[in-house]
């Protein structure tokens, strides 16, 4: 064998041997059997591992920062604090990481609302562990993977006329800064303490703001904000604030 061939045949053999760099992943789940599950099924496979598992948001908070995982599988409802919030915080301090939330929620707002708070994908607990494999390949790849069931109800929520509001309405200063923080994603709760409210009182806010723009829900009211330039005709509604 001459030297170019052996270089060839080393060269080949060191690129087939070179290990491949795992796609590192974290799990924050409240149910110790789907934890449990998730992380042994993606140590199995190749390509993945799970570097952390969390029961609740303060654990995430804490754990996942350092642990430095690519792909977050968030759930939603877990106890301590919301998944919503969780997934807001989450991006703050660690704002590489690819959350996708993994939950048995389809409901519009839902969706929404996780998705504004920083999620790049939505997967319902009933997909595949292929289905979730091929979600997080595309999240790498700067996609935003979502069920088809999910992409549809986005697509349909903001296909959905917003009734324009009455000649002469007009929302109170305080109903415009409820609803500026409610388009940045924060929750009841959070709106309160910015402003200095109880979260009953942020809840009647917003039931005035819902009547005043014929809208029925928190995602509808969003959605009205960010229409037409961000501002609903007939209102006095300030743009949304940059994030």
């Known amino acids: ?13 060191t690129g087939a041997d070179r290990p491949q760099t795992p796609v590192t992943v974290a799990v924050v789940e ?13 140590d199995r496979t190749p390509g993945f591992k799970c570097v952390c598992t969390c029961a609740n ?14 792909v977050v599988l968030m759930d939603i409802q877990m106890p301590k604090m919301s998944g919503v919030e969780r997934t807001a915080q989450l991006k703050q301090l660690l704002p590489a990481a690819q959350i996708i939330v993994l939950t048995v929620y389809e409901d519009t707002e839902t ?28 999240i790498l790849q700067g996609g935003a993977p979502m069920t ?3 992409a549809r109800k986005l697509v349909t929520a903001f296909q959905e006329p917003v009734p324009p509001a009455d000649p002469g309405t007009a ?25 200095n409210l109880s979260p009953f009182t942020v809840k009647n806010h917003l039931a005035r703001v819902f009547e ?8 509808e009211a969003v959605m009205a904000y960010l229409y037409a330039g961000q501002r609903a005709p007939g209102l006095d509604i300030p743009a949304a604030k940059s994030p």
């Open 57 to 70: 948001g303060v654990e995430a908070l804490r754990v996942i920062p350092e642990r430095q995982p690519q």
């Open 1 to 13: 064998m001459n030297a170019k061939q052996s270089e060839s045949k080393t060269t080949a053999t």
């Open 212 to 219: 005043k723009l014929h809208v029925r829900c928190r995602t």
């Open 30 to 42: 409240d149910s110790p059997t789907v934890r449990r599950n998730l992380n042994r099924w993606l």
């Open 111 to 138: 969706i929404f609302n996780a998705l504004r708070a920083g999620a790049c994908g939505y997967l319902l607990k009933r997909s595949s562990h292929q289905e979730i494999l091929n979600a997080i390949r595309e």
């Open 148 to 150: 088809s069931a999910i």
């Open 171 to 195: 929302l109170s200063t305080r109903e415009r800064e409820i609803l500026d923080l409610l388009a940045q994603g924060l929750a009841n709760k959070e709106i309160g303490a910015k402003l």
